[in-house]
């Protein structure tokens, strides 16, 4: 239900999404973009050909966007579990220097 209504509303307000994805590949020239539209298109293609797409070459760009969404996942939670950490060292600072008096 989520896809069908995704689809219909896109359907409706293409040109506002379109241009969001030009602006993503604007330059193709750029070392950075053309890396993105790699990983990007590999990406894609592990989710539309876990299915079919038994040629060779297809299933090897599959694998590489397996460990791309891989790589990409772990350091998202890396970052998240790092930004906790220090979210609760700096509160575990304050409660033993200010709070209890505690000096370190």
Do not use: H
Not at 28 to 51: C, D, K, P, R
Not at 74 to 82: E, K, L, Q
Not at 88 to 97: A, E
């Amino acid at each position: 239900s989520v896809g069908w209504a995704l689809g219909s509303y896109f359907s409706i307000f293409p040109r506002q999404y379109a241009v969001q994805i030009a602006d993503a590949v604007r330059d193709l020239g750029v070392f950075e973009n053309i890396l993105f539209f790699l990983m990007f298109a590999t990406s894609m293609m592990y989710f539309f050909l876990t299915v079919g797409g038994n040629s060779k070459p297809f299933r090897t760009a599959a694998q590489w966007g397996r460990w791309i969404l891989m790589i990409g996942f772990g350091a998202s939670f890396g970052n998240t579990v790092s930004g906790r950490i220090s979210l609760f060292l700096g509160r575990l600072s304050f409660l033993l220097t200010e709070w209890l008096g505690v000096a370190l």
